[in-house]
């Protein structure tokens, strides 16, 4: 079985630039997470998105949005890149139900922002 | 906002040694979970524990959630060069809080000397 799939696994963009990450979830699951990584740190959370909808916000700016799609995979959008946003997008994917809280990871997206 | 601080930030050992890292939080988690990241790859997920007091073992790798909820602690036994890397703590906040919003400690950078 396929995990996590993130495209593309490596980036470079301009500052005052946009970005468009994608992640497609593990099949069955209908959660999709994302976090920022950046080096030497733990990752910070993002974005939640179950069944289509908003689940949870990070301390992020209005820059980033994202959004799930019918078939629970998702996007990343960044605006106006700032050299502070170079770091390794990561997307979760999780099975929700009562009682259970696993994620699992992609490969990630490193994006260098020059 | 909730912090973990986990410790050591890194060790150097030998092969064969044991190892422990742990975890505390200034709030209470309802699930705990330790993952393991590699050069240029996403976290990948070792344990998760679900109930205060539970003990988990996973391989040579064991876990424990803390009584308080506010802690937990990773052992690897009989350590290996293959055990190098860099070892996240991960903890979910009860509800309201859903789906996997996780925040993460900011690492054991992991040395085994052959």
């Known amino acids: ?114 | 906002g909730q912090q973990l601080n986990q410790s050591p930030q890194s060790m150097f050992i030998q092969e064969g040694e044991d190892v422990s890292m742990n975890c505390t939080s200034s709030s209470i988690f309802n699930t705990w979970l330790w993952y393991k990241q590699e050069p240029g790859e996403g976290p990948v997920l070792l344990i998760a524990l679900y109930k205060a007091g539970e003990l988990t073992s996973n391989g040579r790798l064991t876990a424990q959630f803390g009584i308080t909820r506010k802690d937990s602690f990773l052992n690897i036994s009989a350590s290996i060069p293959s055990d190098v890397g860099i070892y996240f703590c991960a903890g979910h906040p009860p509800p309201p809080t859903s789906g996997s919003r996780l925040t993460f400690g900011e690492g054991t950078q992991l040395t085994v000397n052959p």
């Not at chain 1, 995990?3 to 468009?20: D, F």
């Not at chain 1, 106006?80 to 809280?101: E, K, N, P, W």
Request: hydrophobic content about 30%.
């Open chain 1, 1 to 114: 079985d396929a995990g996590v799939t993130q495209s593309p696994t490596h980036l470079i963009k301009t500052r005052g630039q946009h970005v468009t990450l994608r992640c497609s979830p593990i099949s069955g699951h209908k959660s999709v997470s994302w976090y920022q990584q950046v080096l030497g740190q733990g990752p910070q959370f993002i974005f939640q998105y179950y069944e289509k909808e908003e689940r949870g916000r990070g301390n992020f700016p209005d820059r980033f949005s994202a959004r799930q799609f019918p078939n629970y995979s998702s996007e990343l959008n960044v605006n106006a890149l700032l050299l502070g946003d170079s770091a390794l997008y990561l997307c979760a994917s999780s099975f929700i139900r009562v009682g259970y809280t696993e994620a699992f990871f992609g490969q990630g997206t490193r994006l260098t922002v020059v």
